[in-house]
């Protein structure tokens, strides 16, 4: 009996300790996709992990993490309650559960969340500063005041709370307030362009033109691809005649958002009055395609058809604004002159009389005015009189920058990893409109040619995560490769281990990739491309453990080792060479890594990504010259984001 009940602990020991690491490699491989972005396939790791142990919080709250990255903010909400529901400690769900509700305009539930979490971390300024924007969303105006008094005894050099103070007084109506606030918050940080539009907007709503253009110039050199400062800067020109200049910031302005209403009907009077009608009438007609019935757009291309000798599209935009108000009797008066020019009398005669009628109660109207240097809330559509004056928001919103810790971590990630990513083996070939250039190595060919019965291998650069559906075909065939690995000799079993290795890598799970690449190894330890995949697993888990504050050395130094064997293998390997380089330049050795893309260009004169690779290790060596060379290469190429890296630099 004793030894019965000793095996059966024993047996329950292991089972228990084997469903804890299987729990452990499910949440280590969820989170390393999370690291590289394939969202859609961490949830189904995290998945599984809640389906075996739905008591722990962790896998709830990775997987609202993925959710929220793919804007998923009422599932991410709810998956943060769960997490909390099983462990109300942990200052970070609250956060996340914020950062979902202000997505969700739930500014209350949010300010709930962030109370709740300064219980647990009471000197966290990111959790008082969100919590104070949340107020100020919800206009409780005074207990934002209140916490702003906290955050500045607290923290007296934080320049964010003068900034918020400021916009508390402007909600307020107290502008010398406001204005004494942000001149705080600027003589604490000069640098935050937010805090310049902030101090342009009050001068905008003083009409004190000249300043508020100085102040938008800041705001500007700052964050250059803000659309709006363009807009409000544009709007100080119009005001001090500096019309080119407001013309070029409307182009600019709807080069980085197309879609702007307020820029394309800006622009399209601005091109009235400077005689440019043609290209006025394109804006006017993108501005009545997002509003068809906005009749001050519709009277001004009335006016403008007219002009340019479109007379029946002239009757027609008039006829529809004097639908809308029959007695707009300078409406009537242009549009019965369109009808005497087509020789439509009767109709020309009816429009007449009624304006004749008018005539005795009123004085004439006189021909309208060119477009003024007055303004117009954009809701204020229904004064046909208004109809050439600029168009400014109904409210001057303020830029909210809520402290997130999750977006913030992606996009440092984003900015360290200047570099393109290696080349390795996938199932599907990556395709872009731009760029025609179509990966080919033989021995990747040989192997397809080889295995007609298996899935085709390709090699691809760009590693694009699979979604749900693609998941699960994934995981099918690793099943199915695992249960063939049973019944098939040595050899046919590396060959089934090297595509369940790239069926792994694919889905993230980087340490069983490495694991079945080693069994391959064994049977043929000169293999190039199982070399080759199992230097890009190494690389890759070595970045994510060191985001994870671990040692990576050793991961970085067995991928460099299998590269340069299977270069000595495979001399004439362009995308091994180009690999390696990535190596070097990840350890900032830029010169061996120049050297590397170098012989990989030599080799295939096509590969794009070596060209950027190799004009971003000149840029951090100083060459630049060197540097914009071969990113206009790359860029030649068809790898057009070198243009944006261009463009940096040689400001």
């Not at 462990?87 to 202000?102: A, F, K, Q």
């Not at 029959?326 to 009808?339: I, V």
């Amino acid at each position: 009996m004793k030894k019965t009940l000793l095996l059966l602990l024993t047996w329950a020991w292991t089972l228990t300790v084997s469903a804890q690491f299987n729990i452990d490699r499910l949440m280590m491989i969820g989170r390393s996709a999370l690291y590289y972005e394939d969202y859609v396939l961490s949830i189904q790791y995290f998945n599984q992990a809640i389906a075996a142990k739905p008591y722990l919080y962790e896998p709830w709250y990775f997987r609202g993490i993925a959710k929220f990255y793919l804007d998923d903010v009422a599932g991410a909400e709810a998956d943060c309650t769960k997490a909390i529901e099983r462990n109300p400690y942990v200052v970070s769900l609250y956060e996340l559960r914020g950062l979902t509700r202000i997505r969700q305009d739930k500014f209350l539930d949010a300010v709930a969340d962030y109370t709740q979490a300064l219980r647990h971390a009471p000197d966290n300024q990111s959790l008082w500063h969100n919590r104070v924007l949340c107020r100020i969303q919800a206009k409780d105006y005074q207990k934002a005041l209140a916490e702003l008094d906290t955050i500045n005894r607290r923290w007296s050099k934080y320049a964010g709370a003068y900034a918020m103070r400021a916009e508390v007084y402007m909600a307020l109506k107290d502008t010398t307030a406001a204005i004494e606030a942000l001149d705080k918050s600027l003589e604490l940080d000069a640098y935050d362009g937010s805090v310049w539009a902030q101090r342009a907007s009050v001068s905008l709503s003083r009409s004190e033109w000249k300043e508020a253009e100085g102040f938008l110039d800041k705001a500007i050199h700052l964050k250059p691809k803000h659309p709006g400062y363009y807009i409000n800067r544009a709007l100080a020109r119009v005001n001090l005649s500096k019309l080119r200049g407001a013309m070029a910031d409307y182009d600019t302005a709807l080069d980085l958002d197309s879609a702007n209403f307020i820029g394309h009907y800006n622009r399209g009077l601005l091109r009235a009055q400077v005689g440019d009608d043609n290209r006025a009438i394109t804006d006017f007609d993108f501005v009545l395609r997002m509003e068809p019935d906005n009749y001050l757009a519709i009277y001004n291309r009335a006016l403008l058809l007219d002009k340019t000798g479109d007379v029946r599209g002239a009757i027609r935009d008039y006829t529809k604004v004097i639908e809308r108000f029959p007695n707009f009797w300078t409406g009537l008066e242009n549009r019965a002159k369109c009808y005497r020019r087509l020789g439509m009398v009767k109709q020309a005669e009816q429009d007449e009389f009624k304006v004749y009628k008018a005539q005795l109660y009123k004085h004439l109207y006189g021909v309208q005015p060119r477009m003024t240097k007055e303004q117009r809330k954009r809701s204020d559509d229904e004064d046909m009189e208004k109809y050439n004056q600029i168009v400014v928001a109904d409210e001057e919103e303020t830029e909210h920058e809520y402290k997130n810790e999750y977006r913030g971590k992606v996009q440092n990630r984003k900015v360290e990893m200047d570099f393109l990513p290696m080349y390795e083996m996938a199932f599907a070939q990556h395709h872009s409109e731009v760029k025609t250039y179509i990966p080919f190595d033989r021995k990747v060919d040989a192997f397809n040619a080889a295995h007609r019965h298996l899935r085709p291998l390709y090699v691809v650069c760009s590693h694009t995560g699979p979604d749900e559906r693609q998941s699960k075909a994934y995981f099918d065939y690793i099943d199915s490769l695992s249960a063939r690995l049973a019944h098939v000799g040595n050899e046919e079993m590396a060959v089934l281990l090297f595509q369940r290795a790239v069926a792994y890598s694919v889905t993230q799970n980087l340490e069983e990739a490495v694991s079945d690449l080693g069994a391959c190894l064994q049977n043929d330890s000169t293999n190039v491309l199982v070399l080759w995949q199992r230097a890009v697993c190494n690389q890759r888990l070595a970045v994510f453990n060191q985001s994870q504050g671990k040692d990576s050395q050793w991961l970085f130094a067995h991928a460099l080792s299998d590269l340069s064997t299977a270069i000595m293998q495979d001399p004439q390997n362009a995308y091994l060479l180009y690999d390696r380089g990535n190596m070097y330049a990840s350890r900032k050795d830029y010169g061996r890594a120049i050297e590397d893309y170098t012989r990989a260009i030599i080799i295939d004169q096509h590969l794009a990504e070596a060209y950027y690779n190799r004009g971003m290790a000149r840029l951090e060596l100083g060459r630049t010259q060197e540097g914009i060379a071969d990113l206009s290469k790359a860029g030649e190429l068809g790898l057009y984001q070198a243009y944006s890296v261009i463009k940096r630099h040689r400001k």
